[in-house]
């Protein structure tokens, strides 16, 4: 079983935490964290409430009440009122639309010599060739051609046969 953590909010916390639940406008998981804090002390000024009591009266799970108050416990105050910094930072963006516009605009030239017409592959060692990413993926240009309703296999490129529709 992990390890359970008492809250005890000294004065000066616990006034801090009262005037924020009390302030007219403030973020609603700050102000879930601040109320459940409160809940939770378990000092002399404190109500000690129940994990699961808390849970219920915020409307979260015991999981998030009991991450709260060890991040409380280990890091403080502050930490805990403001959400958890991401731990990887955001993968930049490879392929964007010059990719994508490129990619369409060889898409719609003429197929190579000895082929009738492009495939995924092709014009993905195509895209690595003329320099448009270091290296790409077929499953990429699939999912870019997807994206665009671009179809390899159609007469006229970009959009799918018109079906005949049987006379009623």
């Known amino acids: 079983m992990s390890p359970r953590y008492r809250v005890t909010l000294t004065k000066e916390e616990r006034s801090e935490l009262e005037a924020l639940t009390k302030r007219g406008r403030i973020e609603a998981r700050r102000f879930k964290h601040a109320r459940a804090l409160l809940l939770c002390d378990a000092g002399p000024e404190g109500l000690a409430w129940k994990v699961a009591d808390v849970a219920d009266a915020l409307g979260v799970t015991s999981r998030s ?44 030239s003429e197929a190579p010599e000895g082929h009738q017409r492009w495939t995924v592959r092709l014009l993905a060692e195509k895209a690595v060739e003329l320099s448009f990413a270091d290296k790409v993926s077929h499953m990429t240009v699939q999912r870019v051609l997807k994206k665009m309703n671009f179809s390899l296999t159609a007469r006229n490129t970009g959009k799918s046969r018109r079906k005949e529709t049987q006379p009623l």
């Open 65 to 108: 009440i009991e991450h709260l108050k060890k991040r409380f416990v280990e890091e403080g105050l502050e930490a805990a009122l403001e959400r958890k910094p991401r731990e990887k930072p955001p993968r930049d963006v490879i392929f964007d639309g010059a990719f994508e516009a490129r990619l369409i605009a060889l898409a719609c």
